[in-house]
């Protein structure tokens, strides 16, 4: 199983970006999340997927953030709305348990 994160970016603060996460070998429709490592500290999980479509983000993003993803590509999203600079990181999709991808920078601006 291979996961590729695109779209992250350098946004403003206030701003929006949707994050996603190609899988091949293996399929979208297990058990997904999204991590994240802001510089200096620990991974961090923002949200996950269950194989029933029912999601729990983390409460700094709860709101804001927004899990979904797509069968027929696939990919997961993360669509992330109102970004704050605190959520500068690098963003990571996993696999629950299988997988995970190597990441895509997040920068938001103040």
């Known amino acids: 199983v291979q996961l590729v994160e695109s779209g992250g970016g350098s946004v403003q603060a206030g701003g929006s970006l949707r994050l996603s996460c190609l899988v091949s070998g293996g399929s979208v429709s297990n058990a997904m999340g999204w991590y994240r490592r802001a510089p200096g500290k620990q991974r961090e999980r923002v949200g996950t997927l269950t194989t029933d479509n029912l999601t729990d983000m983390v409460d700094t993003v709860k709101g804001r953030f927004t899990i979904s993803r797509d069968n027929a590509k696939n990919t997961m999203y993360l669509q992330m709305n109102n970004l704050k600079p605190e959520d500068t990181a690098v963003y990571y999709c996993?696999?629950?348990?299988?997988?995970w991808g190597r990441g895509t920078q997040v920068t938001v601006s103040s």
């Open positions: 996993s696999m629950i348990g299988v997988a």
